[in-house]
């Protein structure tokens, strides 16, 4: 493996120089790259996680963050190009599900084709629902937040973190709420979606919605737990990833 990563927007923590198996990992509204050190961790020897970092937080929190997912397509699929010529699978939890899929598209525009394309936690590009952020107060905001048990109550007590978090939060939701609806984006690749039983942001049938994205076969599985499923499953979910290459 002689490829090298760009620093600004893919991380690699655990470097395996010898594989040639990927797994390029977008996270949800307001997390980072980090959030997939775990199943860095995980996964086996000869499969690597490549976690993508967006700008407004951690190591690049001075950059704006964004609030719409096509200004960041190209940059990132950039950087992605020095894995191209191996085997790569690409995971998107909730946001990330949106961010993926764009890049899989513009991808597959140069002739690249994934092992497979995970949707977790995310509604097709095909559904609907009315969600207006930019509607909610701070306190309202954060009270949706919460509903979901991705992020500790006691960061929100931090009134600190509160302020310094909020801004790329709203924005990243905001990213979301201004994807639009389609029902003729498609791609190649096959597309697995991943859902928690009990997720409030996505209902299995909104899940299942995705085979009408996928022209390359689709399924699904469904995990227990809600939004955040993955973090009770990190093990399960890592065979899961791993699969990609069986």
């Given at each position: 493996?002689?490829?090298?990563?760009?620093?600004?927007?893919?991380?690699?923590?655990?470097?395996?120089?010898?594989?040639?198996?990927?797994?390029?990992?977008?996270?949800?509204?307001?997390?980072?790259?980090?959030?997939?050190?775990?199943?860095?961790?995980?996964?086996p020897?000869?499969?690597?996680?490549?976690?993508?970092?967006?700008?407004?937080?951690?190591?690049?929190?001075?950059?704006?963050?964004?609030?719409?997912?096509?200004?960041?397509?190209?940059?990132?699929?950039?950087?992605?190009?020095?894995?191209?010529?191996?085997?790569?699978?690409?995971?998107?939890?909730?946001?990330?599900?949106?961010?993926?899929?764009?890049?899989?598209?513009?991808?597959?525009?140069?002739?690249?084709?994934?092992?497979?394309?995970?949707?977790?936690?995310?509604?097709?590009?095909?559904?609907?629902?009315?969600?207006?952020?930019?509607?909610?107060?701070?306190?309202?905001?954060?009270?949706?937040?919460?509903?979901l048990?991705?992020?500790?109550?006691?960061?929100?007590?931090?009134?600190d973190?509160?302020?310094?978090?909020?801004?790329t939060?709203?924005?990243?939701?905001?990213?979301?709420?201004?994807?639009?609806?389609?029902?003729?984006?498609?791609?190649?690749?096959?597309?697995?979606?991943?859902?928690?039983?009990?997720?409030p942001?996505?209902?299995?049938?909104?899940?299942?919605a995705?085979?009408?994205?996928?022209?390359?076969?689709?399924?699904?599985?469904?995990?227990?737990?809600?939004?955040?499923?993955?973090?009770?499953?990190?093990?399960?979910?890592?065979?899961?990833?791993?699969?990609?290459?069986?």
């Amino acid at each position: 493996m002689t490829a090298v990563s760009t620093p600004l927007w893919v991380r690699r923590f655990h470097a395996r120089e010898k594989t040639t198996r990927f797994v390029v990992c977008f996270s949800h509204a307001g997390g980072s790259a980090s959030y997939f050190f775990p199943f860095s961790e995980l996964l086996p020897d000869d499969v690597e996680v490549l976690a993508v970092q967006y700008p407004g937080r951690h190591d690049r929190y001075r950059e704006a963050p964004f609030e719409h997912i096509e200004d960041f397509v190209d940059p990132i699929a950039a950087a992605l190009e020095p894995y191209l010529e191996h085997q790569v699978a690409f995971f998107g939890h909730s946001l990330g599900a949106l961010v993926g899929f764009e890049v899989t598209r513009r991808l597959e525009e140069r002739g690249h084709t994934l092992t497979t394309f995970f949707a977790s936690g995310r509604r097709a590009p095909s559904t609907w629902r009315d969600e207006r952020p930019e509607t909610l107060t701070d306190e309202e905001f954060i009270t949706e937040i919460q509903k979901l048990n991705g992020t500790s109550a006691a960061a929100f007590a931090d009134e600190d973190l509160v302020r310094m978090v909020l801004p790329t939060l709203r924005s990243d939701y905001t990213a979301a709420a201004n994807y639009p609806v389609n029902t003729d984006r498609t791609i190649k690749s096959p597309v697995v979606a991943l859902i928690g039983d009990d997720d409030p942001k996505c209902t299995i049938a909104e899940a299942e919605a995705w085979s009408g994205h996928a022209r390359g076969g689709f399924a699904i599985t469904v995990f227990p737990g809600g939004h955040f499923y993955l973090d009770n499953h990190r093990q399960e979910l890592a065979t899961v990833l791993a699969g990609a290459f069986s």
